[in-house]
């Protein structure tokens, strides 16, 4: 069965500091990554993803996200962190060899810039 | 800008009195999703559309109930609205192909907040 971890609530980083928000997964096949963003009362927005390729993804507003096979995680990061980065994420993945395209959605991290 | 479009923004009913959530898409994108989503949670998919095919969930209730008329719309109707199906009710779009679905990333609207009194 398809699974994702967001395994932190909420993450709380200084302005101007590297950020971390961690996803684990499991698929039996292929996984597609994917990460959102959502901020208050407004719909999610499409970061970044991973089908194929090179590891490290680049993807909108300074984000990056990690593929490491071995350890089947796609952890968000951001070299500096901006106080407008403050927002819901969320992680989802899909198996690429399973004709069932769905999302499979963690549960959410609340990341929390202080200035 | 091509985009995903839902009307309205806010809408507040009565308890028991049916709701009609719509979304348009410039995307030409041939699945259409309906998602709740509550209290900051993660989006729960409802039912979807795969061009004219419609995919229910399995635990949606009966009261939520779906319409696409063609490409480009989809609407949300929930007959009987009761206290805990207060939420966000998000839209999505994507392209899905090839032999094994590939799909490309979800587009959402801006989502419509229902509260029901």
């Known amino acids: 069965a398809q699974s994702v971890a967001q395994p932190e609530d909420q993450v709380n980083v200084a302005e101007g500091n590297p950020l971390t928000v961690k996803c684990t997964y499991s698929?039996?096949?292929?996984?597609?990554l994917f990460w959102y963003v959502q901020y208050p009362n407004r719909g999610l927005q499409f970061l970044l993803k991973y089908i194929t390729g090179d590891n490290l993804v680049k993807g909108s507003y300074g984000f990056e996200a990690e593929f490491n096979k071995s350890q089947t995680s796609f952890h968000l990061k951001k070299p500096s962190a901006l106080v407008s980065d403050s927002a819901l994420y969320f992680c989802?993945?899909?198996?690429?060899?399973?004709?069932?395209?769905?999302?499979?959605w963690g549960a959410g991290t609340k990341l929390i810039i202080k200035p | 800008d091509a985009m995903v479009i839902q009307n309205p923004r806010y809408q507040v009913t009565q308890f028991g009195k049916p709701v009609t959530l719509s979304c348009s898409q410039t995307l030409n994108h041939n699945v259409m999703y309906w998602y709740q989503q509550k209290s900051s949670q993660a989006p729960k998919l409802l039912f979807h559309?795969?061009?004219?095919?419609?995919?229910n969930e399995a635990d949606t209730p009966d009261n939520f109930q779906s319409r696409r008329p063609n490409t480009s719309f989809c609407f949300l109707d929930i007959r009987s609205p009761g206290l805990g199906d207060a939420a966000m009710y998000l839209c999505?779009?994507?392209?899905?192909?090839?032999?094994?679905?590939?799909?490309?990333?979800?587009?959402f609207g801006e989502g419509s907040r229902l509260t029901v009194l």
């Open positions: 999505a779009t994507s392209r899905v192909s090839g032999a094994f679905r590939n799909t490309g990333e979800l587009f």
């Open positions: 989802a993945v899909r198996d690429g060899m399973d004709s069932n395209y769905q999302l499979i």
């Open positions: 698929v039996s096949g292929n996984p597609y």
């Open positions: 559309y795969y061009d004219k095919d419609f995919n």
